[in-house]
């Protein structure tokens, strides 16, 4: 899964990853207390070894590519997350 640090709301945000067998497409977000499951008007394809990074100048987070799982190539896609 990837993961990062929101400054702007204070939150963790964690997306996809594997479930054992299945690359995962879900959004969560962490407040300290308590998981949120985010339900984005578009995500991203399911997929693990993104990467995500906060950037501060624009109060957005960032994923960056990662692998299908099961298959040969590494996606070069870019999101953005703007709570």
Same mark, same amino acid.
């Given at each position: 899964?990837?993961?990062? /640090?929101?400054? $702007?709301? *204070?939150?963790?945000?964690?997306?996809?990853?594997?479930? *054992?067998?299945?690359?995962?497409?879900?959004?969560?977000?962490?407040? *300290?207390?308590?998981?949120?499951?985010?339900?984005? @008007?578009?995500?991203?394809?399911?997929? /693990?070894?993104?990467?995500?990074?906060?950037? @501060?100048?624009?109060?957005?987070? $960032?994923?960056? *590519?990662?692998?299908?799982?099961?298959? $040969?190539?590494?996606?070069?896609?870019?999101?953005?997350?703007?709570?």
């Amino acid at each position: 899964a990837a993961m990062a /640090y929101d400054a $702007a709301t *204070g939150t963790v945000i964690l997306f996809g990853g594997v479930n *054992g067998s299945s690359a995962l497409s879900d959004t969560w977000t962490w407040d *300290g207390a308590t998981w949120i499951q985010q339900s984005p @008007a578009t995500s991203p394809p399911a997929r /693990y070894g993104a990467r995500i990074t906060y950037n @501060a100048s624009t109060g957005n987070a $960032a994923l960056f *590519g990662g692998t299908i799982l099961n298959e $040969a190539y590494f996606l070069g896609d870019t999101w953005t997350w703007a709570p």
